[in-house]
């Protein structure tokens, strides 16, 4: 079964308005999460580590303003995208897992339409 | 900057045959690296990781090798299947960070 539960899957909203996804680790406590998104056609890009109790590490040309995480327990990270535009429209994923082996478990990913 | 390629982009083969997905980065100096798979509303499945200290790995149909020297991976997958279409990603981790740069991906599709 899934290890990391993420929701939604797929959303749809209207420009401006601001989005949350939900990534929660089911069998483990999760002090480290990652978040990515992929661009059709491209590759999966990290935009930030989510680290329990303290603040996110965003990667270069990620606005930390933008995409709000907040990582307040060891089994949910949550990402919101605020004031969303048709440019943040992408495939949104999560991952964590048993970090000291370098296992990663991901979520099914959230697919994210701003009209 | 480490940037990984794969080719192709995409490839269709009929059922039975091996083939071979290729991936390259262009910093050598990697921790390690992972094959997954990604099917269509669903998220990544590992499928073989190579420490940077290993050649290959093995299992099942699948084998993949690491040639750190030349910054190439390959992953061979032996009597291919329909329920092997998928997009495969090769993702290579810097340091013992836990952060993954992505490939590509090559998208195959296995004709029955």
């Not at chain 2, 045959?17 to 499945?45: H, M």
Request: charged share 15%; hydrophobic share 35%; proline share 4%.
């Amino acid at each position: 079964g899934a290890v990391v539960s993420q929701h939604p899957s797929r959303v749809i909203c209207k420009s401006g308005t601001s989005v949350k996804i939900e990534c929660r680790s089911l069998d483990f406590q999760a002090t480290t999460m990652f978040w990515y998104r992929q661009f059709p056609k491209q590759s999966l890009m990290l935009m930030a580590t989510s680290n329990e109790g303290s603040k996110a590490t965003y990667e270069q040309g990620v606005e930390k303003d933008k995409f709000l995480i907040n990582h307040a327990s060891l089994t949910l990270s949550t990402l919101t995208v605020t004031s969303a535009h048709p440019e943040d429209s992408s495939f949104y994923i999560c991952s964590t897992g048993e970090l000291a082996k370098n296992i990663q478990y991901f979520g099914a990913g959230t697919r994210l339409s701003v009209l | 900057k480490q940037e990984v390629t794969q080719i192709p982009a995409a490839l269709s083969v009929p059922e039975g045959e091996n083939l071979v997905l290729n991936c390259s980065f262009t910093d050598s100096a990697i921790y390690n690296l992972q094959w997954f798979r990604q099917d269509p509303g669903k998220g990544l499945t590992s499928l073989l990781l190579i420490q940077s200290s290993q050649r290959e790995q093995t299992s099942g149909r699948l084998n993949a090798s690491l040639d750190k020297s030349s910054g190439r991976s390959t992953l061979y997958i032996a009597a291919s299947q329909p329920g092997d279409s998928a997009t495969y990603l090769c993702a290579v981790m810097r340091g013992a960070t836990n952060k993954l740069i992505f490939g590509t991906g090559t998208l195959l599709a296995v004709q029955p």
